[in-house]
């Protein structure tokens, strides 16, 4: 554990720490590079590549609306009006029309699926 006690010490270690997260950025780049051309690299337990991932967020509004057609109580919806997809999937999941407003929101355009690509670690698939 590092303490850090001085103004000297501080700016020291905030240095130490801009250079660090600067060859970060350039051994990010070069591994990009290298595992765009060559493939994933294992690391232990892990891979490091580059991975698909996907994010699903919900119109507002539309959600709402389609709650509402079902009859959904405020107090459920509540939770979801963050409208993370766990918790919109979870009520669905609890409701015996669950399958009916997933559907809804799909006919609707409520649910937007963004795919992204990002680099890091992922843990090795094991092998059966």
Known sequence: MICIN???QAIEAANEYHVA???VKILKEALEAYVEVRGPIPVGDQVLGSYESTRRTFDVKKTIDVFRDFDVPDKEQMPCL????????KLCKKRKDGNNIKGALDVRKAIVTNQTFRFGFKKKEKKE
Not at 82 to 89: L, M, N, Q
């Open 6 to 8: 001085t103004d000297a």
């Open 21 to 23: 997260q600067q060859r």
């Open 82 to 89: 963050s409208i993370k997809a766990t918790e919109v999937d």
